[in-house]
């Protein structure tokens, strides 16, 4: 049986990936070599920078199925239109105009099943790729990467999760920023969710989102205090008065930030840092069984 | 010809809407015998596919010109296509009848 925690924020910049980097590496490190780390912020995927050494494997397409419409049979009847949930779908019998729209069509195939003339075939449309990483058969990380200029993230997202490379002891998903589709989809089937959040009043909003969310979709969670100073203290007052269990808590560091931009936050790894992982996997051994 | 312009109400003295897709209803003005007509717009609360659906529907009402705050990129592309001219007018205080005195001069 394989572990599946998902690291999500609601606000971005909050530490999603340097949160999920550090755990992998620290799992790695000291508990299992069966681990995986799984980029699922599609739009932008990051994570591969802080491992150099990781060379892409292969490139999996990921296709979404696009109806077609046959001018010569199609008898602009509409009821595709009617069928369609989305308004994809455009039929102007007077100017003998058919056509699907690719950016609103959600592949439900209800205008293939529903036409009367077998007049729409679905046809594959490329919307983004899963690239394993140094390993064709268990890779270590993995990342989703959206074709620029596509709106269907959640999908990509969809076909990442529930990859058959997915199968390590442990996997880590790196969630997206925000509480919507995409995050819900990270989230789908995860045993236990991280919830990386910053003291400011904007990470307690979106901190508060992400809580609702998670009570919604009654998953377990756990919360990481990122940059922890005690300039709000408001975020502490809130978790604490809402019975919300703090599992960590990482000091600010401007030192740490540099580190962080220059991709390097796996070399030199201070005591101190060691310490606050070696605490937050304590944690969650206790919510979830990591150690063997 | 046929203009149509996007309309907050039923009335000539609504206020203009300045979404196109969103618009409550659409003023058809024909610019030949001076009248109006007031058609709803029925997928004005549709979740998505708004504008593409607003352009089918001026394609099919035959209209030669759209007067609207903005158009989005899905609706462009189809109105551009059968050729339907756009304009765009940042005046969400005028009324459909002052858009109308305007065009008329």
């Known amino acids: 049986m394989s572990i599946k925690i998902a690291i999500a924020s609601g606000k971005g910049g909050t530490g999603k990936t340097t949160v999920s980097v550090n755990l992998f590496h620290f799992i790695k490190e000291n508990i299992t070599q069966s681990v995986q780390l799984v980029d699922c912020d599609v739009e932008e995927p990051n994570d591969a920078i802080f491992f150099p050494n990781y060379q892409v494997q292969e490139v999996i397409d990921v296709n979404q199925l696009i109806p077609t419409i046959d001018h010569v049979k ?66 270590p990380l993995l990342e989703g990467r959206l074709v620029i200029g596509s709106p269907m993230q959640t999908m990509v ?91 960590g808590k990482i000091p600010f560091s401007t030192n740490y930030a540099y580190l962080y931009a220059q991709g390097k936050i796996l070399q030199n790894i201070s005591e101190d840092i060691q310490k606050v992982y070696e605490q937050i996997l304590t944690q969650i051994n206790s919510k979830v069984q990591i150690y063997a | 010809m046929e203009i149509v312009i996007t309309s907050a109400g039923d009335k000539l003295t609504d206020k203009f809407d300045l979404r196109f897709g969103r618009a409550a209803y659409f003023c058809v003005y024909n610019t030949q015998d001076k009248t109006s007509k007031f058609v709803s717009n029925d997928i004005v609360n549709v979740q998505g596919g708004a504008g593409t659906k607003s352009a089918e529907k001026m394609i099919e009402l035959g209209v030669k010109r759209v007067i609207s705050g903005d158009f989005g990129p899905k609706a462009k592309q189809l109105l551009n296509k059968f050729e339907i001219q756009m304009v765009m007018l940042d005046e969400s205080d005028s009324t459909i009848e002052s858009i109308i005195a305007k065009i008329s001069k």
Request: charged fraction near 20%; aromatic fraction near 8%; proline fraction near 7%.
């Open chain 1, 157 to 247: 997202i969809k076909d990442l999760v529930n990859s058959s490379l997915l199968k390590a002891d442990i996997q880590l998903l790196d969630a997206p920023p925000g509480t919507s589709c995409p995050v819900v989809a990270t989230l789908s089937q995860t045993d236990y969710t991280i919830l990386v959040t910053e003291p400011s009043p904007f990470g307690l909003h979106d901190l508060k989102l992400m809580i609702e969310l998670l009570h919604e979709i009654k998953q377990p969670f756990g919360v990481v205090i990122n940059k922890a100073d005690d300039q709000f203290p408001e975020m502490e007052e809130y978790l604490l008065k809402s019975n919300i269990e703090v599992i």
């Open chain 1, 74 to 139: 199609c008898t602009y009847c509409r009821k595709c239109v009617e069928y369609c949930e989305f308004n994809a779908i455009v039929i102007i019998a007077s100017k003998h105009y058919a056509d699907v729209n690719p950016a609103l069509c959600h592949s439900c195939g209800a205008c293939a099943y529903i036409c009367p003339e077998n007049a729409i075939e679905e046809k594959a449309h490329l919307i983004g790729e899963i690239q394993p990483f140094n390993n064709s058969c268990q890779p």
